[in-house]
């Protein structure tokens, strides 16, 4: 079995802020105690990892699937308590522009899932949900945003 071996450093670069590097990216990360509205903190970047692991699933499986896709979003909502502090429940929801039947969009949904390396490592820990819908223009997707 080949195994993936992912790098990320991250320095701290003031008492407001850090930044995390990989490859050639780099993201501000809000280290801040009081709340940066302008970054992510570290719940909200596992949330978009979440997000990112589940939109990278969907290119993956599409064309394995034969699936004909206009759009995707996803959303994702975690639910954290104080004491111990933790993510207690996770809900994501996909959204996508399709004219497939319901029974292919579980399909889609069932496989994005299965194959997520980020959804199936915080799945082990946290309390999943999940739903998948469609929207069929633009003035719909807005609305579920």
Known sequence: MTMLECHVEAQRIDSHKSRATCKN???VLDTEMRARADTFNPAELLLAAIAACMLKGTERVTPALGFRLRGCEVQVR???????PKMTSIEDKLIVDSDATDHRLELLRTNVRKYGTVFNTVALGTSLSRSVSRFSNAADRHQDA
């Open 78 to 84: 975690g639910v954290r308590s104080e004491k111990p």
């Open 25 to 27: 990216a780099a993201l």
